[in-house]
């Protein structure tokens, strides 16, 4: 065993199931380990290096920044996070922004606007938030009750009050437990970990219309969906809704923490001083790598992605013990007729090829520069390991 790993073993908490490998460094969509055997990284992260390791710009716009103003608090202005904001809203039409430090803080972050939204306008009553069977939202007590899945509702009693889970892409099911005390819908419009599940267009478009009808705030996660990985900004925009809130994370940082509650004008000044705060978010240095990301985003790159994610579902589709292909863009779940998904990720390891699982499925969410040479090699790999299955 590498010291490296002796030192984990010895000194860091037992959360995570690592893999046998220790990465020390990266370039582009290729990661090497301590042995510098090379891996084509088909994970990002979970979904957060969008420009893959290494940018130059980001690394430049990073560093810059961390020499001249690495943090001063929320007490004070400075340039990096209003630059940000501006560039956000004005690409997603949303009114004001909230910085958070990840995904789960950028859904406290929500779940908190929507209730003091009906606190302020209905009263105290009106504090439930329906989410959908089979989401994931978070890991901090309060993102863990919007979860939607039994198997996390485990060891860590009392949960927060107030969530009640409806089937996705069932609306009579949503319309049934919809009541008075409704003041929102939260939804990922791809159920990343619980197993890269998109949901129905038109089941969409049903849930955004019964919230503008009834006042109910509809808030979409986004935080694994969006900054390109689906092939446009926000995966919303393919599902032709303007929500009132889309929390955002992973790929805004390129790998540095960061997060974000979007606010349309019904919400926007919802937040006054006091009602919520965060000691690091919209950090100087996080900002000035998000961005270096926002410049990249652009409808060329959205085409490519899209582009890339057609050519992996074609030619998993052509694998054996392949029997369907979930998802959008470069979030693609690879659905097995029955072999382990765990198991194929460890085998492809050893073949120089990194992977995600999502429940019983191959994920695939691969840095949005991967190259074609890149992404063929990687599918290669990945068949020649089902074949000798």
Request: with cysteine.
């Amino acid at each position: 065993m590498s010291q490296i790993k002796a030192n984990d073993n010895a000194y860091i908490a037992h959360t995570y199931g690592r893999f046998d490998i220790v990465l020390t460094h990266g370039s582009g969509a290729l990661l090497y380990d301590e042995n510098e055997k090379e891996y084509i990284d088909m994970t990002a992260g979970i979904g957060v290096n969008c420009l893959g390791f290494g940018n130059e710009e980001w690394v430049k716009a990073v560093c810059e920044q961390a020499t001249s103003l690495q943090h001063v608090s929320n007490l004070y202005y400075s340039k990096p996070d209003t630059q940000v904001a501006e560039k956000l809203c004005n690409m997603t039409h949303f009114s004001k922004m909230f910085f958070a430090n990840s995904g789960a803080e950028a859904n406290e972050g929500a779940i908190k606007v929507a209730r003091k939204y009906a606190s302020d306008k209905y009263g105290q009553k009106n504090y439930e938030i329906l989410t959908l069977v089979n989401s994931f939202h978070g890991r901090t007590i309060t993102t863990l009750s919007a979860t939607g899945q039994d198997h996390f509702h485990q060891h860590f009693d009392p949960f927060t009050p107030g969530f009640v889970h409806a089937n996705a892409n069932d609306i009579e099911d949503v319309k049934s437990k919809i009541n008075k005390n409704t003041c929102a819908i939260m939804m990922e419009l791809i159920q990343g970990e619980g197993g890269v599940l998109p949901l129905d267009y038109d089941f969409v478009k049903e849930v955004a219309e019964i919230c503008q009808q009834n006042d109910i705030l509809l808030i979409i996660d986004e935080v694994q969906t969006g900054i390109g990985r689906c092939g446009s900004l926000y995966a919303y925009e393919q599902f032709d809704i303007q929500p009132d809130i889309v929390t955002t994370a992973k790929g805004l940082g390129n790998g540095l923490p960061i997060g974000g509650v979007l606010l349309n004008d019904k919400v926007k000044d919802v937040f006054g001083p006091g009602d919520h705060g965060t000691t690091f978010g919209g950090n100087p240095v996080a900002c000035a790598g998000a961005n270096v990301v926002l410049s990249h985003m652009n409808q060329e790159l959205f085409d490519e992605v899209k582009r890339k994610g057609e050519y992996i579902k074609k030619r998993a589709l052509q694998m054996p013990h392949v029997i369907g292909v979930n998802g959008l863009g470069l979030m693609r779940g690879i659905v097995l007729d029955g072999i382990s998904a765990i198991d194929v990720v460890r085998a492809c390891i050893d073949s120089g090829l990194l992977l995600l699982t999502a429940k019983d499925k191959v994920r695939m969410l691969p840095p949005l520069i991967i190259t074609d040479e890149q992404l063929e090699k990687a599918c290669d790999i990945l068949e020649e390991v089902l074949k000798a299955w």
